[in-house]
């Protein structure tokens, strides 16, 4: 199993620049089921996480051409079998997106439920209660949801919460129902309006993406496309708060800031200089940064997927930060981590109370999840001595050559066994 291992108290200086966003690419994949024309997609991230969609809808009958690494061109003229196995789902629970794109094209889906991970229970009860109000009948049984409707109808729906893979599914879903679908307290994530804009080029008719109300009129049949998948916000986000822990200047291109407003208050509250630009962001940093509190939320709030590296950031911070996770139960798991390089925090309930150290001292740790691979890579970066993370496979499903990016930036950071 690979581990990286990080000799820390390097400044990091250059440019670099952003890849695909995988939570973008993920639903967008799944919109190629939409349609039996090609859907050529740009900007793909080379993430564990994509191959696996690829490898999911390849067994559905979807072929795909890569004719350059970034780009694929889906073909989903033929769909063989609409279902997505548990071997696949339990690793990667995005494999649900799958599901309204292949009742709505399919009439019928099969679709593994996908269970606990390790940062929380996570169900997708919003997902099947919304099928079924589009007129689906659904049964959950062996583990698997099995869905039909030979077609969906318009309706009104209203989460009863906001979840972003809940609001791509259904959305995904009314594109080609039978009238009217209104989505309301729909998630509001740049990833769901990526989607929209993939969908209108497709044909369908969205409008509202972006806002708590997404209004779908279903059409007849969608067609093929082109679609640029959007930059990744929270592999941006990790490098400006690798470059604030670290010190230094860097500039990030090939992003869109305002897609991480939130971030980049709370770091300018934390001290850290940063300009904005069209498509780029210039960071600058030196010396300990200030406590600043967050509280997670769906967008346009501080996202969760930002949480464990800023929670690094603050941990060598001049004073107490307090950071309060709302939307996942379990998602600390890097708090006992980081206490292994030295950090002083301390978990009440679902808020780290975070107390500045001076400095973090190297030591041996392990990656729980993908943002707390990340969280520890940032530690390890300001860390004294060298700090080696253990179950990198982590950072791999979500990052694309995270430790490339990092050292020709300046950073000291080896791949081992
Ligand atoms: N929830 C329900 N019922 C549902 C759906 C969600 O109770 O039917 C709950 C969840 O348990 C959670 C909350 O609602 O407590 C929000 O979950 P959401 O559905 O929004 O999360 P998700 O769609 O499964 C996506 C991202 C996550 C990101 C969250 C929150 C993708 C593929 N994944 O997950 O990304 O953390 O939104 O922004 O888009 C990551 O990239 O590291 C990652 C975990």
Known sequence: MDKLVIEGGCALAGEVRVSGAKNAALPILCAALLTPEPLVLSNLPRLNDVRTMQSLLGQMGMRQDGSAPDAVSLDASRIDWPLAPYELVKTM????LALGPLLARCGEARVSLPGGCAIGLRPVDQH?????????????THGYINARAARLKGTRFVFDL???TGTENLMMAATLADGVTS???AAREPEVVDLAHCLVAMGARITGAGSDRIVIEGVERLHG???AIMPDRIETGTFLAATAAAGGDVV???????SLA???????????DIATMDTAIRVRSSGRPRAANVRTAPFPAFPTDMQAQFMALVSRAAGTSVITETI????????QELRRLGADIEVEGNSAVVRGVERLTGANVMATDLRASACLVIAGLVADGPTTIDRIYHLDRGYERLEDKLCALGARIRRVQ
């Open 328 to 335: 996942f139960e379990n998602r600390m798991m890097h708090v």
């Open 262 to 272: 939130a971030v980049i208050d709370k770091l300018r509250e934390a001290g850290i």
């Open 162 to 164: 906001v979840t972003v």
């Open 183 to 185: 989505l309301e307290n």
């Open 225 to 227: 496309a082109s679609h």
């Open 128 to 140: 099947v209660k919304g099928l079924q109000a589009m007129g689906a009948e659904v049964d959950l």
């Open 93 to 96: 629970r995005a494999s649900i």
């Open 252 to 258: 990030i291109a090939g992003t869109d800031w305002h």
